[in-house]
């Protein structure tokens, strides 16, 4: 996490302590950046939660939600895309590798499953997912905020670092199901697909590229499974480990 406090090499040269100034102000900016950037989505999630709530209570059923919340869904997953260029400039110390395939996964499941495949939308796996992705991310985003503040209740870091244990494989599974009910429909409709001949001469099965996707699922998710234990060892328990840089 960014930090506004710099280490430096001493010495308090002029040209030093202008670069050292320097980074106290990046340091501050980016810690400010943070902030807001985790406030705004843990706003978000909470919208999505308060709609999703509000959309059963009122109507009684699932059927349909999806549709409502689109949009909130769309924009605040999309906006994550962030996430990787938080740890890629450095505000961030993370995994560039780890945030870009957790980041990627789901941003391939909002608009090249959900969004696009409109049939499986009223499906129960979407649901899964969903409720699962909500959960997580209102108490991820907040965690993050809280911290940045320096005023983290424990409840919420002890949520950060437990909850997971559960909502990754449910949320995987929501994800899996999803893109298997999408399968019939992407071979009926060759949607995304590039078929011979064509003036490019090359082909392309979205079918079987799902079925790749899936596939990677297995060896992916146990790396990012396993990255938040480690983190959890680190948090919860004070471990330190040592992890190998991307
Ligand atoms: C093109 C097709 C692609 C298809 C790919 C198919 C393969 C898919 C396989 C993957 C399956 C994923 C499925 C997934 O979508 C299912 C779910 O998410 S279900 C819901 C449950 N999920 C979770 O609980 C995980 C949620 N995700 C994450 O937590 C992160 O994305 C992850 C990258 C996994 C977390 O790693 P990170 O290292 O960031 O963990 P920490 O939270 O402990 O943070 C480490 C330090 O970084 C600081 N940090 C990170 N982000 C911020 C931020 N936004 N603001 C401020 N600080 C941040 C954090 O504070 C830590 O700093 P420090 O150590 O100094 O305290």
């Keep these: 996490m960014a930090s506004s406090e710099e280490d430096g090499a001493g010495g308090g040269g002029s040209l030093e302590e202008k670069e050292k100034g320097r980074k106290r102000r990046l340091g501050a900016l980016a810690t400010a950046w943070l902030?807001?950037?985790?406030?705004?989505?843990?706003?978000?999630?909470l919208v999505l939660a308060i709609a999703m709530a509000r959309?059963?209570?009122?109507?009684?059923?699932?059927?349909?939600?999806?549709?409502?919340?689109q949009k909130t869904l769309k924009f605040?997953?999309?906006?994550?895309?962030?996430?990787v260029v938080h740890c890629a400039v450095g505000i961030v110390h993370t995994s560039v590798l780890v945030t870009g395939v957790q980041v990627s996964s789901r941003i391939f499941m909002v608009w090249f499953i959900t969004h696009s495949i409109k049939q499986i939308q009223n499906e129960e796996s979407v649901?899964?997912?969903?409720?699962?992705?909500?959960v997580?991310?209102?108490?991820?985003?907040?965690?993050?905020t809280f911290n940045l503040l320096n005023h983290l209740p424990y409840f919420i870091k002890w949520a950060r670092y437990n909850f997971f244990i559960i909502l990754y494989p449910a949320g995987?599974?929501?994800?899996?199901?999803?893109?298997?009910a999408a399968l019939p429909y992407v071979k009926k409709t060759g949607i995304f697909s590039l078929r011979l001949p064509?003036?490019?001469n090359v082909s392309f099965d979205y079918y079987y590229f799902l079925i790749i996707v899936m596939a990677s699922y297995i060896p992916l998710f146990p790396q990012l499974y396993f990255h938040m234990l480690w983190q959890r060892r680190k948090v919860l328990h004070g471990e330190v480990i040592v992890e190998k840089d991307d």
């Design 76 to 83: 605040f997953q999309t906006f994550a895309v962030l996430e």
């Design 198 to 200: 064509n003036k490019y």
């Design 35 to 45: 902030i807001g950037y985790n406030i705004a989505m843990t706003a978000g999630w």
């Design 136 to 144: 997580t991310e209102i108490t991820r985003y907040s965690f993050y």
């Design 55 to 69: 959309f059963y209570m009122q109507k009684g059923t699932y059927k349909g939600l999806y549709k409502t919340i």
């Design 172 to 180: 995987v599974a929501g994800e899996l199901l999803t893109i298997y």
């Design 127 to 134: 649901i899964l997912f969903l409720v699962v992705w909500t």
